[in-house]
């Protein structure tokens, strides 16, 4: 069964602060990996993607996403976060150029 | 901008009724696909097209809920008959085949009452 699970529907942090949002998924084999951002009311944004190669993939805006094998996860990263980054963070997978798979989202909301 | 069209943005519905919810791709994208997006349950697929063929659809919404791709540049997905369960917001994405990029579109928020 291919799913993707993002175990942290809401995270709270002040700006400025680092923040990782985390996102797991099930399943082996050729696996393409995503993240999307949803700003309320809009519809969703690609960020940023990782197939092959370095297991650090930059995005937009300073994001940043790590692949691990081993853990079969697809963190995101920002090292400094901004009130715009305010948004529902939805990580997604893709096995073999079919379907993609979304998780249920991460709300996460900047305190200024 | 040429992105992903979607029509109408909102949508009231009586329960019961038949609704068409329209879709315009991306220019060139094969892949289409119907999300529903709700809080609770998050994104669910509804239905999934390459080059207009139907590739998948989510199982649990073939009864009432029909999606066709009549020509690559246009696609529908019709609720036949709503129920107030079926309120929620409906994305149309696309993208090119063996892309993971997906463009969306910014939905069409339906209420049933």
């Known amino acids: 069964t291919q799913t993707v699970s993002q175990s942290d529907a809401h995270v709270t942090v002040f700006e400025g602060d680092s923040v990782e949002l985390r996102c797991n998924y099930s399943?082996?084999?050729?696996?393409?990996l995503s993240w999307y951002i949803q700003h309320h009311g809009r519809g969703l944004q690609f960020l940023l993607k990782?197939?092959?190669?370095?297991?650090v993939v930059q995005g937009v805006n300073g994001f940043e996403a790590e692949f691990s094998k081993s853990d079969s996860s697809f963190h995101l990263r920002k090292a400094s976060v901004h009130w715009s980054d305010s948004a529902v963070y939805f990580c997604?997978?893709?096995?073999?150029?079919?379907?993609?798979?979304f998780g249920k989202g991460t709300s996460l909301t900047v305190i200024p | 901008d040429a992105g992903v069209t979607q029509t109408p943005r909102h949508e009231v519905a009586e329960k019961g009724q038949t609704i068409i919810l329209k879709c315009e791709p991306v220019s060139g994208h094969n892949d289409l696909f119907w999300y529903r997006q709700t809080k609770i349950q998050g994104l669910e697929l509804l239905s999934y097209?390459?080059?207009?063929?139907?590739?998948?659809d989510g199982g649990a919404f073939k009864d009432r809920f029909k999606a066709e791709m009549l020509n690559s540049s246009f696609s529908t997905l019709k609720i036949q008959p709503t129920e107030p369960k079926d309120s929620a917001v409906y994305l149309c994405a696309s993208s090119l085949e063996g892309s993971t990029e997906v463009f969306f579109g910014k939905g069409t928020r339906l209420t049933v009452v």
């Open positions: 399943y082996g084999g050729s696996i393409y």
């Open positions: 997604a997978a893709s096995w073999g150029y079919q379907n993609f798979y």
């Open positions: 097209f390459r080059s207009k063929s139907l590739m998948e």
């Open positions: 990782y197939y092959s190669g370095n297991p």
